[in-house]
Every structure is written in structure tokens, then in C-alpha cells.
Nanobody, 124 residues
Framework: QVQLVESGGGLVQAGGSLRLSCAASGRTFTGYAMAWFRQAPGKERDFVCTINWSGRSSYYADSVKGRFTISTDNAKNTVYLQMNGLKPEDTAVYYC?????????????????WGQGTQVTVSS
């Protein structure tokens, strides 16, 4: 049974940093792409960034480019999201997801597996 478990969310002031983790288990993720999405209250689930399991290629939404960094630790089966320069508009529930889709997939409906989400709140 595949499981993606996020952790690391919390409350932080604007300009601060957080690191989210996504622990993946239940299968081999070689060949998968991993991603982070986020969803604010009353809004759709938005793409944040994605990376291939090897960690060699990544892609970011314009809204987070230069502030967020996605990475993988294959030995730990974990994906990370380092978030710096946080803004109040980054406040959302952040979800980890996995897909076998080819290329940089930004549409949530293409993702096969999802975590339960972790809340990030940025105060002004």
C-alpha cells in the first residue's frame, strides 16, 4: 500500500522559512515524478513544483521560483520542500503527490498518489 506522509508545516512570520518533508513508502518510486501542490481555503489545488525521483530535473511555478527548492533523498525515500522568503499568500495546505506521468506534470488529476497534507500559515 502506497503512502505519502507530509510533515513540517506550521506557523511562521512573513520572510521566514520552513522545510516540508514527504516520506514515501509502499513501492519503488524509481521512474516516478514527485510534486508539491497547495490549496488555500475556497481555492483550487495549485501546482507548486515537481522533481523526478533521481533529483536531476525540477520545475517550479512562477509564484515560488527563486524562493522554494524541491529535492529528494532516495536513500530515505523522502522528498523535501525548502521554503524561504515566505509570504502570507503562501498560506495553504501543502500536499505531496506522485505520478508516473512523463515530463513536468502540473495538473493534479494526473497524479496517482497523494498525502494527507500539512498546514502552512504565514503571518504578516
Amino acid at each position: 500500500q502506497v503512502q505519502l506522509v507530509e510533515s513540517g508545516g506550521g506557523l511562521v512570520q512573513a520572510g521566514g522559512s520552513l522545510r516540508l518533508s514527504c516520506a514515501a513508502s509502499g513501492r519503488t518510486f524509481t521512474g516516478y515524478a514527485m510534486a508539491w501542490f497547495r490549496q488555500a481555503p475556497g481555492k483550487e489545488r495549485d501546482f507548486v513544483c515537481t522533481i523526478n525521483w533521481s533529483g536531476r530535473s525540477s520545475y517550479y511555478a512562477d509564484s515560488v521560483k527563486g524562493r522554494f527548492t524541491i529535492s529528494t533523498d532516495n536513500a530515505k525515500n523522502t522528498v523535501y520542500l525548502q521554503m524561504n522568503g515566505l509570504k502570507p499568500e503562501d498560506t495553504a495546505v501543502y500536499y505531496c503527490a506522485a505520478t508516473t506521468g512523463i515530463g513536468f506534470v502540473t495538473r493534479p488529476e494526473v497524479y496517482d498518489y497523494w498525502g494527507q497534507g500539512t498546514q502552512v500559515t504565514v503571518s504578516s
